[in-house]
T-cell receptor, first 111, second 115 residues
Framework: DQQVKQNSPSLSVQEGRISILNCDYT??????FLWYKKYPAEGPTFLIS?????DKNEDGRFTVFLNKSAKHLSLHIVPSQPGDSAVYFC??????????FGGGTRLMVKP | EAGVAQSPRYKIIEKRQSVAFWCNPI?????LYWYQQILGQGPKLLIQ????????DSQLPKDRFSAERLKGVDSTLKIQPAKLEDSAVYLC?????????????FGDGTRLSIL
């Protein structure tokens, strides 16, 4: 039973355009959500998070949107850069700070 | 600030052998996590420590996996005996204790291959 799902295994975007990565969840008890970025042979790196009581959080080129009624979150990267090419994981956290991860989306930003 | 350190980076063993992984968290991080990441999937939490106590180990296959964090800093994860399905990357993460929503910071992992 996958509580956190990323339905797009890959996404290709032109440099300078917007990248939108999506994530769906089933458990309405999650308290917060995070996005991690992962390069090959490295561990996931924290990007941005959002509390379940908010609907938007922005940090530079990265914005996370949360739609609680739809149990959906998305990560927007504007403008996309070739260095953004990586696998992106969304994760959901509970009050005990335990994370449940999605399966990841591979983003390729073409120059 | 030094990140989460893990060793070894790679390990190849035969099935039924034993293996151990080591993790040193970020200084001052009281909470430590071990994850298993199978190829093509997201990380799956195995065990969470707060200082040297276990907070949650509900997803740890306790018949073959064990973990300890004796002095509340370094941690080891052991598999004995290993099975083919244990081939994965084992990630260690740490975070500050207390507030809900603290991001976890990951090491680069140990890639385990079982022959």
């Amino acid at each position: 039973d996958q509580q956190v799902k990323q339905n797009s295994p890959s996404l290709s975007v032109q440099e300078g355009r917007i990248s939108i990565l999506n994530c769906d969840y089933t458990n309405s008890m999650f308290d917060y959500f995070l996005w991690y970025k992962k390069y090959p042979a490295e561990g996931p790196t924290f990007l941005i998070s959002i509390s379940s009581i908010k609907d938007k959080n922005e940090d530079g080129r990265f914005t996370v949107f949360l739609n609680k009624s739809a149990k959906h979150l998305s990560l927007h990267i504007v403008p996309s850069q070739p260095g953004d090419s990586a696998v992106y994981f969304c994760a959901a956290g509970n009050a005990g700070n335990m994370l449940t991860f999605g399966g990841g989306t591979r983003l390729m930003v073409k120059p | 600030e030094a990140g989460v350190a893990q060793s070894p980076r790679y390990k190849i063993i035969e099935k039924r052998q034993s293996v151990a992984f080591w993790c040193n968290p970020i200084s001052g991080h009281a909470t430590l996590y071990w994850y298993q990441q199978i190829l093509g999937q997201g990380p799956k939490l195995l065990i969470q420590f707060q200082n040297n106590g276990v907070v949650d180990d509900s997803q740890l296959p306790k018949d073959r996996f064990s973990a300890e964090r004796l002095k509340g800093v370094d941690s080891t994860l052991k598999i004995q005996p290993a099975k083919l399905e244990d081939s994965a990357v084992y990630l260690c993460a740490s975070s500050l204790a207390g507030r809900v929503g603290q991001p976890q910071h990951f090491g680069d992992g140990t890639r385990l291959s079982i022959l």
